[in-house]
């Protein structure tokens, strides 16, 4: 299997993970979940949104959830939000539509993970390719990016 950037830096960082392969003409959260296996409540998808500050956000949900703007925008302590462009996602993060991890983006950003991420053992994530996830604890996904756990859906 194909190492991505996000499994380099897990592995430098001695963050433990599984990583999992797939077809990467797939693209619908919920039918990759079944591939790999997995309750679709455990495979997260992110979200990069800018505030009305300008300032830019990261939001990792459940691939069958939607992220609640209001909810969002509380968590970030802006007054509002909104998903960013999709191409403005590669130059600001490095990532492509349907590859991009909390991982290994360009800079950090503020970043927030679903709270119900905490109810689950392991949560999947993209490895930063479409066609890749790594599975691992959300408490290390969550202290690697520094994120803060917060209600977004």
Do not use: W
């Given at each position: 299997?194909?190492?991505?950037?996000?499994?380099?830096?897990?592995?430098?960082?001695?963050?433990?993970?599984?990583?999992?392969?797939?077809?990467?003409?797939?693209?619908?959260?919920?039918?990759?979940?079944?591939?790999?296996?997995?309750?679709?409540?455990?495979?997260?998808?992110?979200?990069?949104?800018?505030?009305?500050?300008?300032?830019?956000?990261?939001?990792?949900?459940?691939?069958?959830?939607?992220?609640?703007?209001?909810?969002?925008?509380?968590?970030?302590?802006?007054?509002?939000?909104?998903?960013?462009?999709?191409?403005?996602?590669?130059?600001?993060?490095?990532?492509?539509?349907?590859?991009?991890?909390?991982?290994?983006?360009?800079?950090?950003?503020?970043?927030?993970?679903?709270?119900?991420?905490?109810?689950?053992?392991?949560i999947c994530c993209s490895a930063?390719?479409?066609?890749?996830?790594?599975?691992?604890?959300?408490?290390?996904?969550?202290?690697?990016?520094?994120?803060?756990?917060?209600?977004?859906?």
């Open positions: 299997m194909e190492r991505t950037n996000v499994m380099r830096i897990l592995t430098q960082q001695g963050v433990p993970f599984t990583p999992h392969d797939y077809d990467s003409s797939i693209t619908d959260g919920e039918t990759i979940a079944k591939l790999l296996g997995e309750d679709p409540a455990s495979v997260f998808k992110t979200l990069v949104t800018v505030g009305n500050n300008n300032e830019h956000f990261v939001f990792v949900i459940p691939v069958c959830a939607t992220l609640d703007l209001k909810k969002a925008a509380i968590a970030a302590g802006v007054k509002s939000i909104q998903m960013i462009k999709q191409k403005e996602l590669l130059p600001l993060t490095g990532y492509i539509h349907g590859g991009c991890s909390p991982v290994g983006m360009k800079k950090p950003f503020p970043t927030f993970i679903e709270e119900t991420a905490t109810l689950c053992e392991t930063g390719k479409v066609g890749f996830q790594v599975q691992l604890a959300p408490d290390a996904l969550q202290q690697l990016v520094g994120a803060t756990y917060a209600d977004l859906i």
